[in-house]
C-alpha cells in the first residue's frame, strides 16, 4: 500500500501551522506566528503548501488536526476547519491533541506540560509515546509554549485510527457568559 498523503494543521495556539507529509516525507511544512486572523491564514496557507508540493486537495489521504488544548477560538478554527475539508473532500480526519504531537517518538516516562494560562498548566503522562491517565489542568506556570509542529502531528495521525471526526479538547470551560436577556418567543 502507497503511503499516505497527509494535510496537517493546529492554530490552538498564537500561530496557524500547516504541513504536507507522504509517509515519511515531508513536503512542505509552514508556520506563522499570529496573535489573530488564523481563521483568514488557514485555507490559503493549506493551498500553498499543496501547490509548493505539486499536490492538489483532490490528491489527499487523510486530514490531521491539532485538536487542544489551548486557545478556544484557535482550536474551533481547525477543528471546524478539519471537518468541513473531510466533508467536502470526502476523506477522513484525524484530530491529534497537544500532548500525543508533543510525546510522539518519545521514549520512557514523560509529562508532557503547556501553559494554560492564568497560573494553570495542562499535562499529560506517556509511556513511550501512549498516553498512560488523562490530561489534567492544575495550577502552576510553564514556560511559554512554542508552536506546535505540524508535522508531528501528520506523523501521530497516520498511526491512529480513523473514525469518529476530530471534536476539540477543552480542559477549561469557556470564559463567555450566556446572555441574561431571555430568549425570543417564537410565533406560530
Known amino acids: 500500500m502507497p503511503p499516505k498523503l497527509i494535510l496537517s494543521f493546529d492554530t490552538s495556539a498564537a500561530h496557524c501551522a500547516v504541513a504536507l507529509v507522504c509517509g515519511d516525507e515531508i513536503l512542505g511544512s509552514r508556520t506563522e506566528s499570529l496573535l489573530k486572523g488564523q481563521a483568514e491564514r488557514l485555507i490559503p496557507m493549506l493551498e500553498d503548501v499543496l501547490k509548493s508540493a505539486g499536490k492538489s486537495w483532490s490528491d489527499l489521504d487523510l486530514i490531521a488536526v491539532g485538536v487542544g488544548p489551548g ?33 510522539f517518538g518519545t521514549s520512557g516516562r514523560v ?10 498548566v495542562f499535562s499529560q503522562e506517556f509511556e513511550d509515546g501512549v498516553a498512560v491517565g488523562e490530561p489534567t489542568m492544575a495550577e502552576g506556570v510553564a514556560a511559554p509554549d512554542a508552536p506546535i509542529d505540524p508535522v508531528q502531528i501528520a506523523f501521530c495521525a497516520a498511526g491512529k485510527e480513523v473514525g469518529t471526526p476530530p471534536a476539540p479538547l477543552y480542559l477549561r470551560s469557556a470564559d463567555a457568559a450566556l446572555p441574561s436577556d431571555p430568549p425570543p418567543t417564537i410565533l406560530p
Open 71 to 103: 486557545n478556544f477560538t484557535g482550536v474551533r478554527i481547525a477543528v471546524s476547519t478539519a471537518r468541513g475539508l473531510a466533508l467536502s473532500l470526502n476523506v477522513p480526519a484525524v484530530g491529534v491533541t497537544v500532548f500525543e504531537a508533543l510525546a
Open 111 to 120: 509529562t508532557i506540560a503547556r501553559d494554560a494560562r492564568r497560573g494553570m
